[in-house]
């Protein structure tokens, strides 16, 4: 089956721990997006990568970190300087490959808690 | 800057009527709208998309939309709502450079 895979499904951390969440799609697409979402304010963007080895910063890329080293794969890291954590927290991909617009298809998400 | 409006934060309709979810949103160019659709602690679905042509777009799950240039309105309708359709529903328009700005939902709770 093609999708997208985010593990874990639930992470829980300490403060001052650093925190990588995964994200795999087996859709041959180029294109990868991290997003967190808050109760009320729909899903901001966090980080995107049109392409293996290139990133770029969303709206609200403090305390955040990726890595595109592998077309499959865009794993988020959680720094200790992100000063709230606390989200649930979506992968996407999308064919990319052009300027323009294309489909997102999302993962199941990553709910991530702060102790 | 490109932002979409979904005024409604709760919607509640009875099983077996009509749903309309508002959108509006701010675009300067031809815009790309999208509706998802999400489940307690699950994912995006998508249901919908327009980009060009028919002006009255068909989704799954027996949903559709309507673009409206003159309103910048792409609302959400449904002929009759099933209690499976209880969830949350995003709006989105696609942005310069493949991104998605997102509204900030509408929860839809359905009552038998």
């Known amino acids: 089956d093609g999708g997208i895979t985010q593990s874990p499904k639930y992470l829980f951390r300490k403060e001052g721990q650093n925190v990588t969440l995964s994200c795999e799609q087996n859709?041959?697409?180029?294109?990868m997006y991290w997003y967190r979402q808050d109760p009320g304010q729909g899903l901001r963007l966090i980080y995107y990568?049109?392409?293996?080895?290139?990133?770029q910063k969303g709206d609200i890329a403090e305390g955040y970190s990726v890595s595109r080293e592998k077309k499959e794969s865009f794993p988020l890291t959680v720094t200790s300087a992100q000063k709230n954590p606390t989200a649930f927290y979506l992968c996407?991909?999308?064919?990319?490959?052009?300027?323009?617009?294309?489909?997102?298809?999302f993962g199941p998400g990553t709910r991530l808690t702060v102790l | 800057a490109q932002s979409v409006t979904q005024p409604d934060i709760h919607i509640t309709v009875s099983e077996g009527a009509s749903l309309e979810l508002r959108c509006n949103y701010s675009?300067?160019?031809?815009?790309?709208l999208f509706w998802y659709v999400q489940s307690p602690g699950q994912g995006l679905q998508l249901l919908l998309k327009?980009?060009?042509?028919?002006?009255l777009v068909q989704g799954i799950k027996g949903f559709e939309a309507e673009f409206k240039r003159s309103q910048s309105s792409f609302n959400l309708r449904k002929p009759s709502v099933h209690w499976s359709d209880a969830a949350e529903y995003f709006c989105?328009?696609?942005?310069?450079?493949?991104?998605?700005?997102f509204g900030a939902g509408t929860i839809l709770r359905v009552k038998s």
């Open positions: 996407a991909s999308s064919m990319g490959g052009t300027s323009g617009v294309d489909t997102q298809y």
């Open positions: 859709l041959n697409h180029d294109a």
């Open positions: 990568s049109q392409i293996v080895n290139d990133f």
């Open positions: 675009y300067g160019a031809t815009p790309y």
């Open positions: 327009y980009f060009s042509g028919d002006t």
């Open positions: 989105a328009v696609g942005a310069k450079g493949n991104k998605l700005v």
